[in-house]
């Protein structure tokens, strides 16, 4: 296993994610990909046995851990995907939302879990949560109309322990904010703030999504049906 010099983390940001580990992973143009995140059936195993599974930039962290995901047979049938675990099962929370690139580009889907023991409905939840990021076949534009379709290949995953304080990760941008309740007010003023110039991005990269509090997902113009597409198959 290569060694990394001391203070270093593997902390990609969701844009790192997607446009280079998943989609390299989706077109099968780098190689060495599964040393750095290996394939795991994630919902195959109890969170607490992912961590030693994970690869060699993420082993040794103390609270998050980076998977691809492959698609289940049921999900390629057409159903949808079983979460279950050993001892308990995963289970969403708030709504799916779109990932945006620094130049304001849909590059994905972001759906957040939490994991509970015990079976549903009457399961103990956990501090155990679980980002899983699906690429979409084509970047579109913030302001396209047109709904987009899911690489549901390969999922990644990011799989960590809630913890007391705020990441870049958790950060639900201000921005997001301002467009999530502008659009709501008033339509067509929502594509003046997605403009990339205005709108404020808090990771390293300029990638955001809509946090874990339940948020809907950034509306891009007056046209595009939100509750349609967010309800759709195409998230499970």
Known sequence: ?????????????EEELLNFYLRN???????DMERVIPV???????????????GEASIQDPEQWFFFCPRQEREAQGGRPTRTTP???????GSPSFVFSSQNIRIGV??????????????????????EYKALEEAAASTSSTPPKLRKE?????????????????????????????SQRNPEASSSLANPQIAERTSSQGSFSSGDDGSQPIAADGTFDWD??????EFY
């Open 87 to 93: 001892s308990g099962y995963w289970k969403a929370t």
């Open 40 to 54: 795991v059936d994630v919902y195959s195993y109890d969170p607490e046995q992912l961590p030693p599974m994970s």
């Open 154 to 182: 390969f999922s990644v995953c990011r799989v960590y322990i809630k913890s007391g304080t705020l990441r870049s990760f958790d950060r639900r941008p201000s921005a997001a904010v301002a467009m999530n309740s502008e």
């Open 25 to 31: 992973k989706l077109e099968n143009t780098r190689q």
């Open 1 to 13: 296993m290569t060694s990394r010099p001391p203070g270093l983390r593997f902390y990609p940001t």
């Open 110 to 131: 972001k759906k957040t879990m939490v994991f509970y023991t015990g079976r549903a409905p009457t399961g103990t939840k956990t501090k155990w949560k679980m980002n």
């Open 228 to 233: 349609e597409f967010i309800n759709s198959e």
